[in-house]
């Protein structure tokens, strides 16, 4: 058995805004044995990059902190300009199962990373998601609210004492978050419809802040190019929530709206279990054991 | 990339009926670098054993040499008796795409092993299915009639000329047939019937020896412990036909005869495209690049 963790890192620097400290990042990235960078995005008006890595428990961290440390000693939050919400050069790492591994194991890795951001860098981190320690800090964006240039005082502020690390911000690296989920699968379905109230009707229905699944959120948009609705999903446990829940679901609205899907869409990355459960479900299959029975686990094992 | 190649090789001997000649092909098989065996099956009433061994082509092409000089120098064909059709020691060698590799890319290996097992082992070679150089050798039972005892007669008739080697079997280890061929999925589909005659029409239909799907060969079985009627397939190209094509068939068919899909099952491997291409099939995923978005796919690229 090959443990496999995907790790999905944000920096507060991009290619376009400097490309010198962008690459890097870069290089650190691909210097660490056992870890592979799967893609890297990077958006200037964000003036902010994204890397998705995977590899061993062992790698996946040593990957994680040397980017944490070149991070802290080549951006500068103070200088920092972008559209995007960030707190600290290194703004959030996200670690989650890619094979052969819980989440409970991935909230252990995130909090003996967030130990080591504060011990030898000395990054204040909050653990979020699944590591978080109360309900309040689950969500990111709760956490970053304020910003950068908030978080002095934030610090400050009762609730707010980091998971690790004392109640003041590094000077130019700011506060970084750390945690576990399931990993994210971003799944859009189509309407034959250009009435976006019927994509925002499907999708408060099927979104589980509204008492649809628990595990899927969604907001109906208008794709303008195409005069069509969408209903624009974030399939954020699809071990819950498998994406065929969703598919049927909004099939049976849509039918009650009088419209028809016409396609749909994942948008990057997704674990082949995602989809072959859908065959399962799709096909009837009986007794199947996708881990013994799919080619590719094997494979993958042969490492 | 990673080409990696599967390939499955039948030999005349059991667990069951020679123990230490079956582990000593299981030694062998496990001593090669690069070639994972992945499942082995042994049949006592058969008296014959077949591996399921995964690698890059070269380390599957020696690993396949490699048992095939071992079943020559631990089988005599002259004293085997079981119930499969047999002509060899090693009886069949198939290889299949597993990935980044074509069918051609297999046919090349084929016809390089069989002349390797001729110049090295003396061992006559008919090539099979994909790669075999005329008509009437695709189907291995054809080239298998007449069995060990009957081919020393069958190789001098003017047709049945070895590809690689001369008119004369090996003495102890007889003819081995290699070849490329996608790979097999035993695929089974389960209604809601006791009457198996609506099986065999419905699998009449669908196979295309009798003008249904051209790579799906069909059955009707009653599965007695449950009484019901089972359309047993096996799916000997998925790219070609797929999985879904059969099921969706069926699906049509049934309805036809007033039964219904209950269950359906998948025996032994499968790749997991053949799966994710039926997840795309029935979430009508629009522009969906299989090899791009599914992560597994670039973890076997980390190799």
């Keep these: 058995m090959s443990k496999l963790i995907e790790c999905i890192p944000n920096f507060s620097v991009s290619r376009e805004t400097d490309p010198v400290v962008f690459q890097g990042l870069v290089d650190v990235a691909n210097g660490v044995p056992g870890c592979a960078v799967l893609d890297v995005q990077t958006d200037g008006s964000h003036n902010r990059c994204v890397f998705t890595m995977v590899g061993s428990p062992e790698a996946v ?6 980017l944490a440390k070149k991070a802290a000693e080549t951006i500068d939050m103070n200088k920092h300009v972008g559209q995007h919400p960030r707190m600290g050069a290194t703004d959030v ?6 094979m052969d591994v819980t989440v409970e194991e991935c909230v252990e890795l995130s909090k003996r990373l967030g130990k080591r951001l504060w011990d030898e860098l000395g990054i204040p981190v909050f653990l979020y998601e699944n590591s978080a320690t109360r309900p309040e800090r689950v969500n990111l964006a709760k956490i970053r609210k304020g910003q950068f240039e908030g978080m002095a005082a934030k610090l400050l502020e009762p609730e707010w004492e980091p998971d690790f690390g004392e109640r003041r911000p590094h000077p130019t690296a700011g506060v970084t978050a750390v945690g576990a989920r399931m990993p994210l699968i971003a799944f859009n379905v189509n309407l034959d419809t250009d009435n976006v109230e019927i994509a925002n009707k499907i999708a408060r229905a099927i979104r589980g802040s509204s008492g649809g699944f628990k595990y899927c959120k969604a907001l109906g948009i208008m794709l303008e190019d195409r005069k069509i609705a969408q209903v624009s999903m974030n399939m954020v446990n699809y071990e819950g929530t498998p994406l065929f829940y969703a598919y049927e679901m909004i099939r049976a609205l849509a039918d009650r709206y009088g419209v028809r899907i016409i396609g749909s869409e994942l948008v990057g990355l997704t ?3 995602a989809l072959i459960d859908c065959a399962e479900y ?4 009986e007794n199947f054991d996708c881990r013994k029975q799919v080619m590719e686990y094997h494979l993958l094992d042969m490492e």
């Design 93 to 98: 790492i996200p670690f989650s199962p890619a």
């Design 271 to 273: 674990p082949a279990k």
């Design 282 to 285: 799709y096909l009837k299959l």
């Design 61 to 66: 961290e040593e990957a994680a902190f040397r």
